[in-house]
């Protein structure tokens, strides 16, 4: 359907397709899921910088825990911090080479599982009173029974930084960083990585939002130390023809699309673009140019709601992860299947607040 035919509709049919709308991406949002939100920080190994918490109780989880953020990060050797509240006696999460690592029982608790490479990567740590779980990007890599809760000491949480470990900053970025005093299922953490959370949730601790040291849902507040900038992404005036890979939609919308056909860890493939490109959607292939597999669009809803609507449908059960990039206002939206059942359909009316 083109805009004009979809802008008739919508005034034929007012908020009714709206709110079907709605629910449709209510239903589907476990299947859709976000990329870091707002400003981040920056983090570099040769300079000190990183945000420091305060003790509290509340910091301390024993009958449940989630650690959870957005990171870009590199590990220059050694180890390096994303998270801690002091390694020796509580928890901490870093990325030691490529792999995520995480303590919940001080000194000798540490577990490693799931790849941190290859630029955004969404991680969560979880223990529910009997195992511990790593997830990356909403997919579990690793799984330890663990019957002891997390210790606890009166240390304060520091992003990017550890009491024990004091200077082993990662090089790189971290964003929107969550403590739960609950163990989150796979389904909430592929449901709740899809928005930014502001308002407070049942077991939700404390949500270190933007890159910045505010808990936006607590008391929590932190303080930055030392030099650490803040960044986003690049914006240009319009995103050009497009590429064999990368589709242009509203001369602003970049969307491309990463595949995988074995198990978290594999290799990646790269979507390409398939005949029949228009101005608000497209198609890409990923096994043959004859053989389609994702169908994107992208509409302008900013006169229903002020937003973009993010709308895809798909011939495949692979893994893939599909990247909607507005380079005017520098902001990316991503969204993942996970493998096994046929990809259901997205339907995002919220998907970017970047009107006009």
């Given at each position: 359907?083109?805009?004009?035919?979809?802008?008739?509709?919508?005034?034929?049919?007012?908020?009714?397709?709206?709110?079907?709308?709605?629910?449709?991406?209510?239903?589907?949002?476990?299947?859709?899921?976000?990329?870091?939100?707002?400003m981040?920080?920056?983090?570099n190994?040769?300079?000190?910088?990183?945000?420091e918490?305060?003790?509290?109780?509340?910091?301390?989880?024993?009958?449940?825990?989630?650690?959870?953020?957005?990171?870009?990060?590199?590990?220059p050797?050694?180890?390096?911090?994303?998270i801690?509240?002091?390694?020796?006696?509580?928890?901490w999460?870093?990325?030691?080479?490529?792999?995520?690592?995480?303590?919940?029982?001080?000194?000798?608790s540490?577990?490693?599982?799931?790849?941190l490479?290859?630029?955004?990567?969404?991680?969560?740590?979880?223990?529910n009173?009997?195992?511990?779980?790593?997830?990356?990007?909403?997919?579990q890599?690793?799984e330890?029974?663990?019957?002891s809760?997390p210790?606890?000491?009166?240390?304060?949480?520091?992003?990017?930084?550890d009491?024990n470990?004091?200077?082993?900053?990662?090089?790189?970025?971290?964003?929107?960083i969550?403590?739960?005093?609950?163990?989150?299922?796979?389904?909430?953490?592929?449901?709740?990585?899809?928005?930014?959370?502001?308002?407070?949730?049942?077991?939700?601790?404390?949500?270190?939002a933007?890159?910045?040291?505010?808990?936006?849902?607590?008391?929590?507040?932190?303080?930055?130390?030392?030099?650490?900038?803040?960044?986003?992404?690049?914006?240009?005036?319009?995103?050009?023809?497009?590429?064999?890979?990368s589709?242009?939609?509203?001369?602003?919308?970049?969307?491309?699309?990463?595949?995988?056909?074995?198990?978290?860890?594999?290799?990646?493939?790269?979507?390409?673009v398939?005949?029949?490109?228009?101005?608000?959607?497209?198609?890409?292939?990923?096994?043959?140019?004859?053989?389609?597999?994702?169908?994107?669009?992208?509409?302008?809803?900013c006169?229903?709601?002020?937003?973009?609507?993010?709308?895809?449908?798909?011939t495949?059960?692979?893994?893939?992860?599909?990247?909607?990039?507005?380079?005017?206002?520098g902001?990316?939206k991503?969204?993942?299947?996970?493998?096994?059942?046929?990809?259901?359909?997205?339907?995002?009316?919220?998907?970017?607040?970047?009107?006009?």
């Open positions: 359907m083109n805009r004009r035919g979809f802008s008739s509709l919508l005034r034929g049919r007012g908020l009714g397709i709206l709110f079907a709308v709605l629910a449709l991406s209510t239903l589907f949002a476990a299947q859709a899921n976000a990329q870091p939100f707002g981040w920080n920056v983090y190994r040769a300079t000190v910088g990183y945000i918490i305060p003790h509290n109780a509340a910091l301390n989880p024993t009958s449940g825990i989630t650690i959870e953020g957005w990171v870009n990060v590199t590990d050797g050694g180890c390096s911090n994303i801690g509240k002091g390694y020796t006696t509580a928890w999460v870093g990325i030691c080479g490529t792999t995520l690592r995480s303590y919940l029982r001080g000194s000798g540490f577990h490693d599982g799931g790849s490479a290859g630029g955004w990567n969404h991680f969560a740590v979880t223990w009173g009997s195992v511990r779980r790593h997830y990356i990007n909403g997919e890599v690793g330890w029974p663990e019957a809760p210790t606890t000491n009166t240390q304060p949480v520091r992003i990017g930084s009491v470990y004091a200077n082993n900053y990662p090089n790189g970025s971290i964003n929107e969550r403590l739960w005093n609950v163990a989150r299922t796979v389904d909430q953490i592929r449901a709740n990585i899809n928005v930014p959370i502001t308002t407070a949730q049942t077991g939700l601790v404390a949500v270190w933007a890159g910045g040291p505010a808990d936006v849902v607590g008391p929590y507040d932190g303080a930055r130390v030392g030099s650490l900038p803040a960044m986003t992404f690049p914006v240009a005036a319009n995103c050009g023809s497009g590429s064999a890979t589709l242009c939609l509203n001369d602003r919308h970049a969307v491309s699309v990463r595949w995988r056909t074995d198990p978290p860890g594999g290799t990646l493939g790269t979507g390409q398939a005949p029949l490109t228009t101005e608000e959607s497209g198609l890409f292939w990923f096994f043959g140019p004859n053989n389609w597999e994702v169908m994107v669009k992208v509409l302008n809803g006169g229903l709601n002020d937003r973009w609507w993010v709308f895809t449908a798909a495949t059960n692979v893994y893939y992860r599909l990247e909607v990039f507005d380079i005017r206002a902001v990316n991503v969204y993942f299947n996970y493998p096994g059942p046929p990809a259901p359909a997205v339907t995002d009316v919220s998907a970017l607040a970047t009107c006009p």
